[in-house]
């Protein structure tokens, strides 16, 4: 009896042990004030790493969450992680083809699907439902986000896109917006949360080629738009582009802002499509470790241009 006792105490106490950890990592998040997310594939994972502190705090990995080792595949080399419902969860996506949404919290994906055709970028549509946007085969997807039908059950519709490497949704404006090739392409969403879908409005002209990376503006009616050779500004109320001359321009792969006090960051190669180092806006380091191969990088602050509802997770139910 008393050796069964000491088991369960000696149990107990390891399960009071990783719950504190978690908790401590949890709170950890809460807490940074400078953090940036990362999609890092020297690991295939998403990290935040605190840039005061130059410490990873937080990680993802597929293998090592409730992803069926299947699929594990689908989320090899991320492309993509940005903070959502007030920074509560990471939206990702991966050059494997998978998307996915994980709460900080627990690291649980509590939503994951496969768009496939190396994919770029996500953005989540004000029903909860879920964009992607992937390059190979030219298309964005559009996903139907219920939490309790995933992932070999999940509504998705395509719709073309040459070269996609993007997608940012406007709260305000009510719009989808994708920098495809040399063209900006604006959608209108039919607000079907069980048959989502996208129609084409406009089609504009952009200047340069090979549009990249594209992402809100911190505070501002303004998108960041990167190509192969420049980063630009663009003004979703007058619909130009403006050369964003205070910043690093050539084959920038992810451009983020802050307010006040969080300088312009992005990400530039070193090697091949990767880098071990986040930069600011004139090349100063902010963030760097030995190893890594970050693709993206994104400050940790609320996204108040596409998802400024502070509200918990939404999603489509049966």
């Given at each position: 009896?008393?050796?069964?006792?000491?088991?369960?105490?000696?149990?107990?106490?390891?399960?009071?042990?990783?719950?504190?950890?978690?908790?401590?990592?949890?709170?950890?998040?809460?807490?940074?004030?400078?953090?940036?997310?990362?999609?890092?594939?020297?690991?295939?994972?998403?990290?935040?790493?605190?840039?005061?502190?130059?410490?990873?705090?937080?990680?993802?990995?597929?293998?090592?969450?409730?992803?069926?080792?299947?699929?594990?595949?689908?989320?090899?080399?991320?492309?993509?992680?940005?903070?959502?419902?007030?920074?509560?969860?990471?939206?990702?996506?991966?050059?494997?083809?998978?998307?996915?949404?994980?709460?900080?919290?627990?690291?649980?994906?509590?939503?994951?699907?496969?768009?496939?055709?190396?994919?770029?970028?996500?953005?989540?549509?004000?029903?909860?439902?879920?964009?992607?946007?992937?390059?190979?085969?030219?298309?964005?997807?559009?996903?139907?986000?219920?939490?309790?039908?995933?992932?070999?059950?999940?509504?998705?519709?395509?719709?073309?896109?040459?070269?996609?490497?993007?997608?940012?949704?406007?709260?305000?404006?009510?719009?989808?917006?994708?920098?495809?090739?040399?063209?900006?392409?604006?959608?209108?969403?039919?607000?079907?949360?069980?048959?989502?879908?996208?129609?084409?409005?406009?089609?504009?002209?952009?200047?340069?080629?090979?549009?990249?990376?594209?992402?809100?503006?911190?505070?501002?009616?303004?998108?960041?738009?990167?190509?192969?050779?420049?980063?630009?500004?663009?003004?979703?109320?007058?619909q130009k582009t403006l050369?964003?001359?205070?910043?690093?321009?050539?084959?920038?792969?992810?451009?983020?802002?802050?307010?006040?006090?969080?300088?312009?960051?992005?990400?530039?190669?070193?090697?091949?499509?990767?880098?071990?180092?986040?930069?600011?806006?004139?090349g100063n380091s902010i963030?760097?470790?030995?190893?890594?191969?970050?693709?993206?990088?994104?400050?940790?602050?609320?996204?108040?241009?596409?998802?400024?509802?502070?509200?918990?997770?939404?999603?489509?139910?049966?």
């Amino acid at each position: 009896m008393k050796q069964t006792t000491l088991l369960l105490l000696a149990g107990l106490l390891a399960v009071l042990a990783t719950s504190a950890k978690n908790n401590e990592k949890k709170d950890s998040v809460a807490a940074c004030s400078k953090c940036i997310v990362a999609a890092e594939q020297s690991q295939h994972r998403i990290i935040i790493a605190d840039t005061q502190t130059g410490n990873i705090i937080w990680e993802w990995k597929a293998e090592l969450s409730n992803v069926r080792p299947a699929d594990v595949k689908w989320f090899s080399n991320p492309s993509e992680a940005k903070m959502v419902y007030d920074r509560r969860y990471v939206l990702m996506a991966a050059s494997g083809g998978g998307v996915a949404l994980i709460r900080v919290a627990d690291r649980k994906t509590v939503f994951y699907a496969y768009a496939g055709g190396n994919t770029h970028s996500a953005e989540l549509l004000p029903d909860g439902n879920i964009v992607s946007a992937s390059s190979t085969g030219n298309f964005l997807t559009v996903f139907k986000t219920d939490t309790t039908h995933f992932p070999e059950q999940v509504y998705a519709k395509k719709i073309w896109a040459h070269f996609a490497h993007n997608v940012v949704w406007d709260a305000a404006g009510k719009k989808l917006y994708s920098a495809a090739m040399d063209s900006m392409l604006v959608f209108s969403y039919n607000n079907n949360c069980n048959a989502p879908d996208l129609q084409l409005e406009k089609r504009l002209k952009l200047p340069g080629t090979e549009a990249h990376d594209l992402y809100p503006v911190y505070g501002k009616r303004l998108l960041w738009l990167s190509n192969l050779t420049n980063v630009w500004y663009y003004d979703v109320k007058t619909q130009k582009t403006l050369p964003a001359k205070d910043i690093i321009q050539e084959n920038v792969k992810s451009v983020s802002s802050g307010p006040a006090g969080f300088p312009a960051i992005c990400v530039l190669p070193k090697e091949s499509w990767w880098t071990d180092e986040v930069l600011d806006a004139k090349g100063n380091s902010i963030f760097l470790k030995k190893g890594l191969k970050i693709y993206k990088a994104r400050w940790v602050l609320p996204d108040t241009f596409s998802n400024p509802d502070k509200s918990d997770i939404r999603y489509c139910k049966d």
